[in-house]
Nanobody
Framework: QVSLVESGGGLVQAGGSLRLSCAAS????????VGWYRQAPGKEREFVAG???????TYADSVKGRFTISRDNAQNAVYLQMNSLKPEDTATYYC??????????WGQGTQVTVSS
């Protein structure tokens, strides 16, 4: 059993920045693949960024060059630095941890709203 808590969301103007945090308990994130997803109202949840056990990073094309995912193993946390935010980034952002072959764990989400 793992608990994930996202934080750091808020309301910002276009071009602004936010740093999201995913804090975990019940497992060590350094031994897991971790990802950030987002979901806007009425839309499907979509992949944003991921970081593997190897620290290899992947990003959705829509956020490449603007978002950066990172780990802090001492804090057992994963972060998403979001720069140059756009209104289309508005969504609830979720942290997920791979539990393969079991289903992944998800946090409850943190809201990001970007005004034009």
């Amino acid at each position: 059993q793992v608990s994930l808590v996202e934080s750091g969301g808020g309301l910002v103007q276009a071009g602004g920045s936010l740093r999201l945090s995913c804090a975990a308990s019940g497992r060590t994130l350094s031994t897991s693949d971790v990802g950030w997803y987002r979901q806007a109202p009425g839309k499907e949840r979509e992949f944003v960024a991921g970081i593997k056990i190897s620290s290899s990073e992947t990003y959705a094309d829509s956020v490449k060059g603007r978002f950066t995912i990172s780990r802090d193993n001492a804090q057992n946390a994963v972060y998403l630095q979001m720069n140059s935010l756009k209104p289309e980034d508005t969504a609830t952002y979720y942290c997920t941890v791979n539990n393969y072959p079991r289903a992944p764990d998800w946090g409850q989400g943190t809201q990001v709203t970007v005004s034009s």
